[in-house]
């Protein structure tokens, strides 16, 4: 296994364009559509690079799809995307692979603040951005990054940003908020029978309204998740969400996952039959 010393993310340059691809017409889009970007050391690897010059070409793969969904894609139906950008299975990794990530994201919060406020994609962050693992430098880019963009005058995009994400980590935090939240409306009634209150609380618990506690509150649920590199598995990823979304996973790394990937990728999706259950 080779590892790389490099503390500092190459210099990455992205070029801005205006120029729009050619959508696949007529076919009935995902209104939300998520992504696990798996491979960029991968990539790096196969051309004998170290893993940072993966992590970012990733980088500009991502800031590259968002302009180009923001663009071509969000008036034919897509309004959400979802990016994996960094999980809480992520700490497992080298401290220099890990260290050259989260600069890497910094510089891309704030680089890619401008292109988002130019093509109305308003950025929502999901994970603990508390964690004293994180940079407080990148802590206030993706704050300053999410409330720059909170307030579009013309919202094409809502882009939700997984960062230190799990799916089981946002279930539990789920739970514990409206526990919390119920003790409070308990002890705020004292006149009530204790016992009558819990199983009134209990009875008034359902997947609406647990949902208003996720992260991801208020957001519709994906339509399609897509996982690049080929590996076939959710690596707890919006567990909760994904109930019924579809899956699609491709040999093709992140880097290199361009607009050519992603027609194939909603081609595919137009030939699934959603029964929900029916």
Sequence with gaps: TTTTTTTTPPQTTTTTTTTKINPPQNIHMPRHIAFICDGNRRWAHNKNLPSSAGHAKGADRTISLLQTLAQSYSSLGIKVCTLYAFSTENWSRPACEISTLLQLMER??????NRACEFGIRVKILGDLEDERIPSSLRTALLK???????????????????NYGGRKDILQAALSYAQEESKSSNSNQKQNTTQTQKQNTTQLNEEEFEKHLSTAGLPDPDLIIRTAGECRLSNFLLWNAAYAELYFTEVLWPDFDEDVLK???????GRIRRFGT
């Design 264 to 270: 194939e990728a909603l081609l595919w999706y137009e």
């Design 145 to 163: 990054l999410e409330e720059d963009t909170s307030n579009l005058t013309k919202e094409k995009l809502i882009v939700c940003l997984a960062i």
């Design 108 to 113: 891309s919060a704030k680089r890619f603040r």
